[in-house]
T-cell receptor, first 110, second 115 residues
Framework: SQQGEEDPQALSIQEGENATMNCSYKTSINNLQWYRQNSGRGLVHLILIRSNEREKHSGRLRVTLDTSKKSSSLLITASRAADTASYFC??????????FGTGTSLTVIP | DAGITQSPRHKVTETGTPVTLRCHQTENHRYMYWYRQDPGHGLRLIHYSYGVKDTDKGEVSDGYSVSRSKTEDFLLTLESATSSQTSVYFCAAGSRLAGGSGELFFGEGSRLTVL
């Protein structure tokens, strides 16, 4: 499989805490993206980081990329109950094929 | 959703019957994708299209075919549905940006149950 793997599979935190989830992938990439999925809904794009970037910020999101380790992390700061969702990383290793990881289920307790 | 519509949203069918899922987009994206989502497997790419009449296989293409006769429509067909194809199917579309691929826009999913 060309899928990545997110870690942990599930994460439960208190509102206001930071949430960190990790993604590992298998092949060289052009870029890596993070998506969010609310229960029963489609995925929504959060942030894209290119292979020549090491860190990127967007609002309360911080993404890092380590291509030597084939890994990325997504940090959500000051979490809110509305952040409860599943989070997926996606890579485009070849052409325009996007491969998704297995996801991290985040629960933020009010 | 950015103009991605999937139909039907829910379908129950019997083993051996043909099923077609439709994805319609209004944003003129060049690339379109079909994924299936199953517990423990995340999203897996079935087929994708990089233009009208241009399609290619993904990692779980066996038992599925696709067609794209117009930019806006991407059809996924199960010629003879099996219980292992019970899943939630997502369509996505996107455009290539300078320097690489851009974000994908997803539909709301089609839940298929094969009895």
């Amino acid at each position: 499989s060309q899928q990545g793997e997110e870690d942990p599979q599930a994460l439960s935190i208190q509102e206001g805490e930071n949430a960190t989830m990790n993604c590992s992938y298998k092949t060289s990439i052009n870029n890596l993206q993070w998506y969010r999925q609310n229960s029963g809904r489609g995925l929504v794009h959060l942030i894209l980081i290119r292979s020549n970037e090491r860190e990127k910020h967007s609002g309360r999101l911080r993404v890092t990329l380590d291509t030597s380790k084939k890994s990325s992390s997504l940090l959500i700061t000051a979490s809110r109950a509305a952040d409860t969702a599943s989070y997926f990383c996606a890579t485009d290793a070849s052409g325009n094929q996007f491969y998704f990881g297995t996801g991290t289920s985040l629960t933020v307790i009010p | 959703d950015a103009g991605i519509t999937q139909s039907p949203r829910h379908k129950v069918t019997e083993t051996g019957t043909p099923v077609t899922l439709r994805c319609h987009q209004t944003e003129n994206h060049r690339y379109m994708y079909w994924y299936r989502q199953d517990p423990g497997h995340g999203l897996r790419l079935i087929h994708y299209s990089y233009g009208v009449k241009d399609t290619d296989k993904g990692e779980v293409s066996d038992g599925y075919s696709v067609s794209r006769s117009k930019t806006e429509d991407f059809l996924l067909t199960l010629e003879s549905a099996t219980s292992s194809q019970t899943s939630v199917y997502f369509c996505a579309a996107g455009s290539r940006l300078a320097g690489g691929s851009g974000e994908l826009f997803f539909g709301e999913g089609s839940r298929l149950t094969v009895l």
